[in-house]
């Protein structure tokens, strides 16, 4: 099993920044992915930035310039910069962790979730 603890999210105004953390902990054996999703309200969750283990990073337009993904492989921890927020950033913020745990066969794959923490932005 692998959990995922979330924190950072809060309130904060237009053009203001936050730091959102999520460590994993368990039998991780290797972590391939690291990433970040959000959903607004009445929205589809949406793919916010990726960072994968060879190097390479994405990012949602909508965010480009704005977030940064970073990852701390030694904590098993991603982190999403978030400046010059807006408030159609206000969303539930997810962390999603994919790789492999170590299991008495050997390893298998695993794909884990974040609780969820809240970003409000306001105008």
């Known amino acids: 099993q692998v959990q995922l603890a979330e924190s950072g999210g809060g309130l904060v105004q237009a053009g203001g920044s936050l730091r959102l953390s999520c460590a994993a902990s368990?039998?991780?054996?290797?972590?391939?992915?690291m990433a970040w999703y959000r959903q607004a309200p009445g929205k589809q969750r949406e793919l916010v930035a990726s960072s994968f283990i060879i190097g390479t990073t994405n990012y949602a337009d909508s965010v480009k310039g704005r977030f940064a993904i970073s990852r701390d492989n030694a904590k098993n921890t991603v982190y999403l910069y978030m400046n010059s927020l807006k408030p159609e950033d206000t969303a539930v913020y997810y962390c999603?962790?994919?790789?492999?745990?170590?299991?008495?066969?050997?390893?298998?794959?695993?794909?884990?979730w974040g609780q969820g923490t809240q970003v409000i932005v306001s105008a």
């Open positions: 368990g039998s991780i054996f290797s972590i391939n992915v």
């Open positions: 999603n962790i994919g790789g492999r745990l170590r299991t008495a066969e050997g390893v298998r794959p695993f794909d884990g």
